[in-house]
C-alpha cells in the first residue's frame, strides 16, 4: 500500500503541484554543485529538482561526505530533463519493469545511435538510458569522472552509486 500511495505522490508532483525550490533550498544545492553545472540543474522539473535534493539531503543524514557523491545526488537525473522524457514515459518504465522487462528493453534504443525512430520510442528510450544521458550532460557541465561515473550509475544496486541508489529508491 505505501508503494502505491508513493508513486500517486510522485504522480502529482510530476504533474506540476510542486513549487520551485525555495531560496535557502537552492542555497543548499550550491553547496555541492559547480558553479558550471547549476544551469544544468536548472533544466530539471522542479519536482526532479526537489527529489534529486531530497536524495543529497538524505545521503548527508547517512553520514556521506563525499563531494562527488553529493554533487551526483543533485544531477542523477538529469537525463529527463528538457522534455526527453514526457510525463507518460515514466509510468511506461515503471510498469514495463514490473510486467514486461524484455519487452521494454527490446523498444528501447541508445538515444545516440543516430537511428531515426518514431518520437513514442525516442521518449521512452530516454527514460530508459536517462542515467547515461545524465552522466554525459554533467560530464560536459564539468563535473568530476567520480560524479559522471555516479550518475551513470546510480540505478545499479550493487554498482559504484549503491549509497545514492538506496536513497533515490526511498524518496
Given amino acids: 500500500m505505501h508503494t502505491i500511495a508513493y508513486r500517486l505522490w510522485q504522480v502529482r508532483q510530476q504533474l506540476g503541484f510542486v513549487a520551485p525550490l525555495s531560496t535557502e533550498e537552492y542555497t543548499q544545492v550550491t553547496q555541492w554543485l559547480p558553479a558550471s553545472a547549476l544551469p544544468l540543474f536548472r533544466t530539471m522539473s522542479a519536482a526532479d529538482?526537489?527529489?534529486?535534493?531530497?536524495?543529497?539531503?538524505?545521503?548527508?543524514?547517512?553520514?556521506?561526505?563525499?563531494?562527488?557523491?553529493?554533487?551526483?545526488?543533485?544531477?542523477?537525473?538529469?537525463?529527463?530533463?528538457?522534455?526527453?522524457?514526457?510525463?507518460?514515459?515514466r509510468a511506461a518504465i515503471v510498469l514495463g519493469k514490473l510486467c514486461a522487462p524484455h519487452l521494454l528493453r527490446r523498444l528501447t534504443v541508445y538515444p545516440y545511435e543516430g537511428k531515426k525512430i518514431p518520437a513514442w520510442q525516442r521518449s521512452l528510450s530516454n527514460a530508459w538510458w536517462h542515467a547515461e544521458i545524465g552522466a554525459d550532460l554533467a560530464s560536459k557541465a564539468g563535473l568530476s569522472e567520480e560524479s559522471v561515473l555516479y550518475i551513470r550509475t546510480h540505478h545499479q544496486p550493487d554498482g559504484p552509486a549503491a549509497e545514492l541508489h538506496v536513497i533515490d529508491e526511498a524518496v
Fill in 49 to 89: 529538482q526537489h527529489h534529486s535534493l531530497r536524495v543529497c539531503q538524505g545521503l548527508l543524514k547517512r553520514g556521506c561526505i563525499d563531494r562527488d557523491l553529493l554533487a551526483a545526488a543533485l544531477l542523477h537525473d538529469v537525463g529527463k530533463a528538457q522534455g526527453r522524457v514526457p510525463f507518460w514515459t
